[in-house]
């Protein structure tokens, strides 16, 4: 196929209006639920909605604040650059999903957490909830304001949308619908904005497919190039993506930033009941798998069409990420608003991601840093604390968004903060949740291992780039380009500041620091564990009778059902079965708790006189179990 680029133009009245319409139905959920809930002063009402949410409007929510426009613009582009490997992402998708809703949500969600960093002083102690809190914060603001401004800069230098009013629009919109409306209005915005990210993928692939001539033909171009070989079982570490890379290696990476992740968890536990909250995952699975498919077939579309005149090697767009906005343009530029439409998508993963980064960070100060210190908060009082806080949050992660447009070539290290961070955070939440021995020494000492191992890989990745036969671009060609500006028929990055010219090449530059990316929070999670353990077992491990049982998960009843007496070997002496008991003894009229919580958030529901204490007077991780109206009692385990 020959292309002209005559048909790219930049964006019209009407796709303004499209795209306006996002923002104004945003901000309309966040007025409906401040208007709705406005009799419900509390800060559990505002940070977990009474935790009395449903299954499907939480996996929506879920779906669509795991894909950010970022995924939108770059999953694509990363298919056109590199072929339709990508697609085994779905493997580390579906593992991560299975041990968030089987392993980690079962624990948080029984313990009666709020902040998912609450967790680690139950079982460890105050000091490594602290740190793991502020490494969170760090990572969410700077990861949220590469996510905003990304984007917008492809989209501005493609379409002629502005860069500022659409960075300043999303700060604002975000910022105002969760300050109103708390968790529900961002649930159920998310759940909209999900709905747009489809609509708008579909009309891509209606319109992609007519342009590149049918799906037949796409397909056939799409093999001709080398863009349907998909499993590649080279062991090789260094390789940018491999099967082993992609289901393995993205299963340490998503399960990092997913799984033990603030505003995953949150919206699990406003869920009514535990089953509700492992079904949204598994139906937000779905919802994952859905929009991977989009991606990777419109990857395939947009190389097809640009089959034999590549826009980046020719110069046309600047930077891979705005192939699929110069691409949407051009399949889309004559019809009015369509092109607005496929903005609305992109951009609502933005405000997705910012909406959950916003809850997030508020709920955490609130429940880490506020409650402990002012524990006579009246419900107006902590209702209006987390609605400043959220403001607070959205100016950060505007202001970063703003800064971010200064830091150059950070702006991949500051997106690879979020995988360095991701490993170690994994890890000692496992320490915690699945070996009971490990002591809070341990615990401090891997975190603190872990996060040193991670980003100096990371930083090292990032001073000495892998050569090109790492990641094996496929060829790109520009044979029929009407005005070629490069012979080149490879996807290379247009040129750059190398910094490995201001200093010799290190020694590990072609091996360690040229890891696959994808193995970086494996990387901070194994260490964070083998530190952990190590320590643990030089200082003395926990006695099994001083860990609480609904702080742990015993895994151990896969790998040992056959018998009783191994299974209490590998519960490290946790009375397990007396966790189980109090579980079951709990009276099933905590169900309709929920009908008094408004009157007084602070008030526990009371256990039975027999139901033995599982947790001291500063720390009751049973009577925190019972604040949870939605609470039922299931006895499930592995």
Known sequence: MTVTHSTVGMFQIWDYVVFACLFVVSSGIGVF??????????????????????????????????????????????????????????????????????????????????????????????????????????????????????????????????????????????????????????????????????????????????????????????????????????????????????????????????????????????????????????????????????????????????????????????????????????????????????????????????????????????????????????????????????????????????????????VQAALSIHGMCGGPMLGVFTLGIICPCTNSKGAAGGLIAGIALTFWTGIGSFIYPAPSSHSRPLPLLTERCPQSNSSNTFGTDTPHLNLTTLSARSPLADSWYSLSYLYLSAIGFMATVTVGLLITFLTGPNRGEDVKPLLIRPVCNLCCFWSKKYKEVCWCGVHHDDGKQALESLDLAIKHESQRHQQDTNQKVVSRKDTPTIMENTHNVEGKSYSNAGFVIETQSF
């Not at 613009?73 to 809703?101: C, E, H, K, M, N």
């Not at 313990?111 to 460890?124: A, N």
């Not at 699975?285 to 395939?300: E, K, N, P, R």
Request: hydrophobic fraction near 50%; glycine fraction near 8%; charge should be positive.
């Open 33 to 410: 639920f401040a208007v709705k809930e406005r009799k419900k002063a509390s800060s559990r009402e505002f940070l977990v909605a009474g935790r009395q949410m449903t299954c499907g409007p939480v996996a929506l929510s879920l779906t669509a604040s795991f894909m950010s426009a970022v995924t939108v613009l770059g999953a694509p582009s990363d298919v056109y650059r590199f072929g339709a490997s990508y697609i085994l992402f779905g493997v580390a998708y579906t593992a991560v999903v299975v041990a968030t809703a089987e392993l980690f949500v079962p624990v948080f969600y029984r313990s009666g957490i709020t902040s998912t960093y609450e967790y680690l002083e139950l079982r460890f102690c105050r000091p490594v909830r602290v740190v793991a809190t502020l490494i969170y914060m760090v990572q969410t603001i700077l990861y949220t304001g590469v996510v905003v401004y990304a984007p917008a800069l492809a989209l501005n230098q493609v379409t002629g949308f502005n860069l500022w009013g659409s960075i300043f629009s999303t700060g604002i919109v975000c910022t105002f619908y969760c300050t109103l409306g708390g968790l529900k209005a961002v649930v159920w915005t998310d759940a909209f904005q999900m709905v747009v990210m489809v609509v708008g993928f579909l009309v891509v692939l209606i319109q992609g497919g007519k342009s590149a001539g049918g799906l037949e033909a796409m397909w056939e171009t799409a093999k001709a190039g080398d863009r349907l070989k998909v499993f590649d079982f080279d062991p090789d570490p260094l390789r940018r993506h491999t099967f082993w890379t992609l289901s393995i290696g993205g299963t340490f990476t998503w399960l990092g930033v997913y799984g033990v992740n603030q505003s995953t968890v949150q919206r699990c536990i406003s869920c009514k009941t535990e089953t509700q909250a492992r079904l949204a995952l598994y139906l937000n699975l779905l919802g994952l798998f859905v929009i991977l498919f989009c991606a990777v077939l419109s990857g395939l579309m947009m190389y097809a069409f640009y089959a034999s005149c590549d826009p980046w090697t020719a110069q046309i767009v600047s930077a891979p990420d705005q192939l699929m906005p110069y691409f949407v343009m051009e399949i889309l530029g004559k019809f009015p608003g369509l092109p607005g439409l496929f903005v609305a998508c992109a951009f609502s993963g933005t405000l997705s991601t910012v909406a959950a980064s916003i809850s997030a960070l508020a709920t955490v100060t609130y429940e880490d840093f506020v409650t402990p210190w002012c524990v006579n908060l009246s419900n107006a009082a902590s209702t209006w604390t987390s609605k400043g806080l959220c403001v607070l949050f959205g100016v950060a992660c505007t202001s970063m968004a703003v800064v971010a447009s200064y830091m150059g070539g950070v």
